[in-house]
């Protein structure tokens, strides 16, 4: 990566805007997935080693300007403590007289959290003078949020300009696998798209058309691709006005030399619920009155083969709706055939994928999991993320 890291500046005794994403999954006040909190501790806990005043900030959710009060950052405060071992103040705003009274009392290694910077209209605006209300709290800037880096949001961009500002150790390493994954790749490097629409993945699959050498197709969007072959596709997703594209990237695949895979067989169902009637039937013999939902038995079977004899694989996007369990199960074989290739390096880009590779009790097994999901897609899709784009230069 060519900017600065926490690595290239003398942070002792300075006070650290650090900007991490814990915006974490909650119910009833608690935190139900620390995984983004506990991705942001290395950084954290080097920052605290190094003598630094530490000051997180985040986002939690969409809360468009104004204080909603499910979505203070209270609890994350509380997890984030007992994840350090140690009390993380906690204020109600994230600028302003009141925060810089408690800034002024901290010490070395000191931890303080602020509120949800989405509270403030500013922020999703980057406005310039809540930049500059961030900044006049700090020497320092870190970027740790992946997550958000896609964003030019005040605390993510807009600070930047400002303060000294480089990226903490998750920002880097987040960099780094996908980056090598785009510009350096072990061969044959496969990409596994799946996910419910064609549009949310036509940037991801227009930039990987170049790059890979296995483009494996699933889920929701799977079916326009089918259709596009001429193949009745019942009830099942279709994007109508995305047929055109999809045969213009089947042919783009063959120009190209890439091996582009689809479903030869599919779990229909006669209702979009865990408790249909539901059967296996070849891709070109879906019964008009229902729907796909999965990937069959003999798909599975091919993409696993795909994914074992791949030296590196990058997964976005799940094989059908696997938060019903009767429809999970091409979801779970490519998380296990993932599981399985030890000579395959794995990336999961996020997002659906990175839930469904939990759920199924896999993710150690991964090697990467982004904790990115649309900075993740944006960052396949080739594209430049404004957060990253305005830290200093190495
Ligand atoms: N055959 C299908 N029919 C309908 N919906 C499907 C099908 N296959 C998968 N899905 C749905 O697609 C959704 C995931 O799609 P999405 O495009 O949001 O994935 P993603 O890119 O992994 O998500 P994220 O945006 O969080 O990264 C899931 O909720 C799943 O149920
Ligand atoms: O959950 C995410 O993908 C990030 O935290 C960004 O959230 P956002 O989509 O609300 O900007």
Redesign the pocket.
Known sequence: MNKKTVRDIDVKGKRVFCRVDFNVPMQNGVVTDDTRIRAALPTIQYLMEQGAKVILASHLGRPKGKVVEEMRLNAVAERLSELLGKRVVKTDEAYGDAVKAAIAEMNEGDVLLLENVRFYPGEEKNDPELAKAFAELADVYVNDAFGAAHRAHASTEGIAHHLPAVAGFLMEKEIEVLGKALSNPDRPFTAII????VK?KIGVIENLLDKVDNLIIG??LAYTFVKALGHEIGK??LEEDKIELAKSFMEKAKEKGVNFYMPVDAVVADDFSNDANKKVVNIDEIPSDWE???IGPKTRELYRDVILKSKLVIW???M????MDAFAEGTKAVAQALADAKDTYTVIG????AAAVEKFGLADKMDHISTG??AS?EFMEGKQLPGVVALNDK
């Open positions: 799946g996910g419910a629409k949310d889920g929701g099942s997703l796909g939902l999965d976005n996007g799940p059908g709706v696997f938060e996020g997002g659906d994928s999901g649309g897609l």
